[in-house]
C-alpha cells in the first residue's frame, strides 16, 4: 500500500511562489509516475505535472510551462512541485496521484489535497 501526504499549500499574491510538497511512504518501487493534479472552483480536474519514479521525465500543462518546475528528492520519497508567478487561475486544490507500473494511465493512490489560493 502507498500513502501520499502533500503539504504547502497557501495563500498568496499574484506573481508569489509557493512550493508544494508530496511525500510518498510504503510501495514506493511499484511507482511509474508521480502526477500533480488541480482542481479549481467550478472546474474539472486538471493535469499539472509528471515526473517518472526515477526522478527523470517531467512534463508540464502548457498553462503552467515555465513557471512551475517538478522535481524529486530520491532520499525522502517526496516530489515538489515549485510554483512561480502564480496567477488567480492557478487556485485550486492541488493533489499528487501515483501511477503504478502495473497499471499505465490510472492513479490508484491520492494524496488529501492542499489548497493554493492566489488573490491580492
Known amino acids: 500500500q502507498l500513502q501520499l501526504v502533500e503539504s504547502g499549500g497557501g495563500s498568496v499574491q499574484p506573481g508569489g511562489s509557493l512550493r508544494l510538497s508530496c511525500t510518498a511512504s510504503?510501495?514506493?518501487?511499484?511507482?511509474?509516475?508521480i502526477h500533480w493534479f488541480r482542481q479549481g472552483p467550478g472546474k474539472d480536474r486538471e493535469g499539472v505535472s509528471c515526473?517518472?519514479?526515477?526522478?527523470?521525465?517531467?512534463r508540464y500543462a502548457d498553462s503552467v510551462k515555465g513557471r512551475f518546475t517538478i522535481s524529486m528528492e530520491m532520499t525522502n520519497g517526496t516530489v515538489y512541485l515549485q510554483m512561480n508567478s502564480l496567477k488567480p487561475e492557478d487556485t485550486a486544490v492541488y493533489y499528487c496521484?501515483?501511477?503504478?507500473?502495473?497499471?499505465?494511465?490510472?492513479?490508484?493512490?491520492w494524496g488529501q489535497g492542499t489548497q493554493v489560493t492566489v488573490s491580492s
Open positions: 510504503g510501495r514506493t518501487l511499484d511507482i511509474y509516475a
Open positions: 496521484a501515483a501511477e503504478y507500473h502495473r497499471a499505465l494511465g490510472q492513479f490508484n493512490s
Open positions: 515526473i517518472g519514479g526515477n526522478g527523470s521525465g517531467t
